[in-house]
């Protein structure tokens, strides 16, 4: 029979027990607050330098100092504790309550304040916003899309319906209420943060999700579109709930019929949105492609619980989309005839030059982001080694991903290669507009890519990985989170510069134009859909991106003019362009023009009368 050990042996045993566990905390709890000393420097000097920063020399641009600059200030430090509580969170695997609520109180209300104090009134100073507020009011008016500002009103068959259809409820009810349009484009906003978290929460474990849900929302290029009528938004807002419930759809052990209806409804919806939308169908597709047991047969291959998802989820979508297909093809054109014409290959690398000179800089470039936003004195970072090194960094990250059958890296796969081969535009700043709505991913891919390039240079003990690759992660979101400060600084700020005294008058020029004009009017201008929007008379284009003055052009644009019918021309100063051309046209042929007394403008925009007889 064993003999039982005396107590106090076994009270020594547990006291020394105790006193090795106390050591081994106490030691990892030093080193933890070694790390944090460092990184609290590192950051807080980061905002001390972003907060001291001159953004404009302007005092034009700037939406209001006084008021503004307090908030803004307030708001930084909000995001910076909300960083600081949640990487803390992160290392030390939430073990206090009181943390995690800070933590996530603070993803909240640094999300709000940054996106409240971003919030621009004001309809933005481009014309794709206005098509989409003219597609609601088309929808509303005739129940069907055309070009309104255009004569013949002919219909739109290329429209993406998404967002004219949310917009149009309000158009109905308020009319031309760009205000509560906006707000419709900032609630989405929010409601994207939380599906944010679900996405992220489905592939790394809630604190790292909950950092990187902070990282990703607070991107700048988000933020700043949180108030703009354009489908970054509705799009990013939609294509995160049907990820997430593409991920549910896979993830469940038996046939659905709600969570299939729902990614049903969610997919067609994504892709109204943009057509680019059909990549998660794409991305879902190899995700389930990958959980078929290849190795029983085919036979047993299609009656799998993945297969059956697969068949049935497609059989369905894949008829709505040659549906709508061919109603397009039927009223003009389809969206696949445009991406078939023209050269696939030659649109490929265009756009793949386009986008390797902004994808990394997006990551860690607050130059870009000021670029973008077309501040004063700000150029594109050139392309660099650097660079170049951050893009390849990222791919390893999306191959990770897709090793580890995640379904958000299979989208960026499609979303790029589709985006690539169907955008006519081959412009920096399109690519940015276009792959905004994935760099929260791009972040985490970022992240992954270089922990699994440093994995194996960490010490081999599973705790002390988990240590580095834990720290690893926090230190390259403190660097990626810097620069979403300075750019949202930026927004809360900083009106954008073509917000100015400018662009205002045009826009007095607009509403003058429909007030005291016949309605049979045809106005040429720089931005003909704003005109519309504010003055209901038809128009058309001033000028060309690639036209130059000479007096061939003048010819030839004088006989345009007159072809057309055009009666008036708002002449802006918003457009270098229109300097280089308009201007010298007016001055070497005033015959055929005159100036009308227009009050307020100010010389800043004029409305000439067009002369038909030239006298």
Same mark, same amino acid.
């Given at each position: 029979?064993?003999?039982?050990?005396?107590?106090?042996?076994?009270?020594?045993?547990?006291?020394?027990?105790?006193?090795?566990? &106390?050591?081994?905390?106490?030691?990892?709890? *030093? %080193? !933890?607050? +070694?790390?944090? $000393?460092? @990184?609290?420097? /590192? =950051? #807080?000097?980061?905002?001390?330098?972003?907060?001291?920063?001159?953004?404009?020399?302007?005092?034009?641009?700037?939406?209001?100092?006084?008021?503004?600059?307090?908030?803004?200030?307030?708001?930084?430090?909000?995001?910076?504790?909300?960083?600081?509580?949640?990487?803390?969170?992160?290392? &030390?695997?939430?073990?206090?309550?009181?943390? *995690? %609520? !800070?933590? +996530?109180?603070? $993803?909240? @209300?640094?999300? /709000? =304040? #940054?996106?409240?104090?971003?919030?621009?009134?004001?309809?933005?100073?481009?014309?794709?916003?206005?098509?989409?507020?003219?597609?609601?009011?088309?929808?509303?008016?005739?129940?069907?899309?055309?070009?309104?500002?255009?004569?013949?009103?002919?219909?739109?068959?290329?429209?993406?319906?998404?967002?004219?259809?949310?917009?149009?409820?309000?158009?109905?009810?308020?009319?031309?209420?760009? @205000?509560?349009?906006?707000?419709?484009?900032?609630?989405?906003?929010?409601?994207?943060?939380?599906?944010?978290?679900?996405?992220?929460?489905?592939?790394?474990?809630?604190?790292?999700?909950?950092?990187?849900?902070?990282?990703?929302?607070?991107?700048?290029?988000?933020?700043?579109?949180?108030?703009?009528?354009?489908?970054?938004?509705?799009?990013?807002?939609?294509?995160?709930?049907?990820?997430?419930?593409?991920?549910?759809?896979?993830?469940?052990?038996?046939?659905?019929?709600?969570?299939?209806?729902?990614?049903?409804?969610?997919?067609?919806?994504?892709?109204?949105?943009?057509?680019?939308?059909?990549?998660?169908?794409?991305?879902?597709?190899?995700?389930?492609?990958?959980?078929?047991?290849?190795?029983?047969?085919?036979?047993?291959?299609?009656?799998?619980?993945?297969?059956?998802?697969?068949?049935?989820?497609?059989?369905?979508?894949?008829?709505?989309?040659?549906?709508?297909?061919?109603?397009?093809?039927?009223?003009?054109?389809?969206?696949?005839?445009?991406?078939?014409?023209?050269?696939?290959?030659?649109?490929?690398?265009?756009?793949?030059?386009?986008?390797?000179?902004?994808?990394?800089?997006?990551?860690?470039?607050?130059?870009?982001?000021?670029?973008?936003?077309?501040?004063?004195?700000?150029?594109?970072?050139?392309?660099?080694?650097?660079?170049?090194?951050?893009?390849?960094?990222?791919?390893?990250?999306?191959?990770?991903?897709?090793?580890?059958?995640?379904?958000?890296?299979?989208?960026?796969?499609?979303?790029?290669?589709?985006?690539?081969?169907?955008?006519?535009?081959?412009?920096?700043?399109?690519?940015?507009?276009?792959?905004?709505?994935?760099?929260?991913?791009?972040?985490?891919?970022?992240?992954?890519?270089?922990?699994?390039?440093?994995?194996?240079?960490?010490?081999?003990?599973?705790?002390?990985?988990?240590?580095?690759?834990?720290?690893?992660?926090?230190?390259?979101?403190?660097?990626?989170?810097?620069?979403?400060?300075?750019?949202?600084?930026?927004?809360?700020?900083?009106?954008?510069?073509?917000?100015?005294?400018?662009?205002?008058?045009?826009?007095?020029?607009?509403?003058?134009?429909?007030?005291?004009?016949?309605?049979?009017?045809?106005?040429?201008?720089?931005?003909?859909?704003?005109?519309?929007?504010?003055?209901?008379?038809?128009?058309?284009?001033?000028?060309?991106?690639?036209?130059?003055?000479?007096?061939?052009?003048?010819?030839?644009?004088?006989?345009?003019?007159?072809?057309?019918?055009?009666?008036?021309?708002?002449?802006?100063?918003?457009?270098?362009?229109?300097?280089?051309?308009?201007?010298?046209?007016?001055?070497?042929?005033?015959?055929?023009?005159?100036?009308?007394?227009?009050?307020?403008?100010?010389?800043?925009?004029?409305?000439?009368?067009?002369?038909?007889?030239?006298?």
């Amino acid at each position: 029979m064993r003999k039982r050990a005396p107590a106090s042996d076994n009270r020594r045993e547990r006291k020394n027990a105790r006193h090795s566990e &106390r050591s081994r905390l106490h030691i990892g709890t *030093e %080193r !933890l607050w +070694i790390f944090w $000393v460092t @990184i609290v420097v /590192l =950051l #807080v000097s980061q905002i001390a330098r972003l907060v001291g920063e001159d953004i404009s020399p302007n005092e034009n641009l700037i939406k209001n100092p006084d008021a503004f600059s307090l908030w803004s200030y307030l708001t930084l430090t909000i995001l910076m504790l909300g960083f600081v509580i949640l990487s803390f969170l992160h290392i &030390r695997e939430g073990r206090f309550k009181v943390m *995690e %609520r !800070l933590g +996530i109180i603070s $993803v909240a @209300i640094s999300a /709000l =304040l #940054v996106t409240a104090l971003s919030f621009n009134p004001r309809l933005a100073p481009n014309g794709d916003n206005a098509e989409y507020v003219i597609s609601a009011k088309s929808l509303a008016d005739h129940g069907s899309v055309k070009r309104l500002y255009v004569p013949d009103e002919p219909s739109n068959s290329l429209a993406s319906l998404g967002l004219p259809l949310m917009l149009t409820p309000i158009y109905k009810i308020w009319g031309l209420d760009i @205000i509560k349009m906006k707000v419709l484009i900032f609630i989405l906003s929010l409601v994207a943060i939380p599906l944010l978290f679900l996405v992220f929460n489905s592939v790394v474990d809630t604190w790292l999700s909950l950092l990187l849900t902070l990282v990703g929302a607070t991107s700048p290029y988000l933020i700043s579109s949180s108030s703009a009528i354009m489908t970054e938004i509705p799009f990013w807002c939609f294509s995160l709930a049907t990820l997430y419930v593409g991920i549910r759809y896979q993830q469940v052990q038996k046939f659905n019929v709600l969570l299939f209806l729902l990614l049903l409804v969610l997919c067609f919806f994504t892709y109204l949105t943009r057509p680019v939308g059909i990549s998660i169908l794409f991305a879902l597709a190899c995700l389930l492609l990958s959980h078929l047991p290849w190795n029983q047969g085919i036979r047993q291959v299609l009656k799998s619980l993945p297969g059956r998802k697969l068949l049935i989820l497609f059989g369905f979508l894949l008829v709505g989309f040659f549906v709508v297909q061919w109603k397009q093809s039927q009223t003009g054109v389809s969206q696949t005839e445009i991406l078939l014409s023209g050269s696939l290959v030659d649109r490929f690398f265009q756009n793949a030059f386009a986008l390797s000179n902004v994808l990394p800089q997006m990551l860690v470039s607050s130059d870009t982001f000021l670029w973008f936003r077309n501040a004063p004195n700000v150029t594109l970072p050139p392309r660099s080694l650097f660079w170049m090194a951050l893009l390849i960094v990222t791919l390893v990250g999306i191959g990770r991903g897709i090793l580890k059958k995640q379904l958000i890296a299979w989208y960026i796969v499609f979303f790029t290669l589709l985006t690539l081969l169907a955008s006519y535009t081959p412009q920096e700043r399109v690519m940015v507009r276009y792959f905004s709505v994935i760099l929260p991913f791009l972040i985490y891919y970022f992240v992954l890519g270089v922990s699994t390039i440093l994995k194996p240079m960490l010490p081999q003990s599973p705790s002390a990985k988990k240590m580095g690759t834990g720290l690893i992660s926090i230190i390259l979101l403190g660097i990626v989170f810097v620069v979403n400060l300075s750019g949202n600084r930026h927004n809360m700020l900083v009106k954008s510069a073509v917000y100015n005294d400018y662009y205002d008058s045009f826009l007095r020029a607009a509403h003058w134009c429909g007030n005291n004009l016949d309605p049979d009017d045809y106005v040429m201008s720089v931005k003909p859909r704003i005109v519309y929007l504010y003055s209901g008379l038809k128009g058309v284009d001033l000028i060309g991106d690639r036209d130059v003055y000479s007096e061939e052009w003048a010819e030839a644009q004088l006989k345009e003019i007159r072809d057309r019918g055009i009666t008036h021309i708002i002449v802006d100063v918003i457009s270098k362009k229109t300097q280089e051309t308009v201007f010298p046209l007016l001055q070497n042929h005033p015959e055929y023009f005159r100036r009308l007394d227009v009050p307020g403008l100010d010389d800043t925009c004029t409305v000439v009368e067009v002369l038909s007889s030239g006298d």
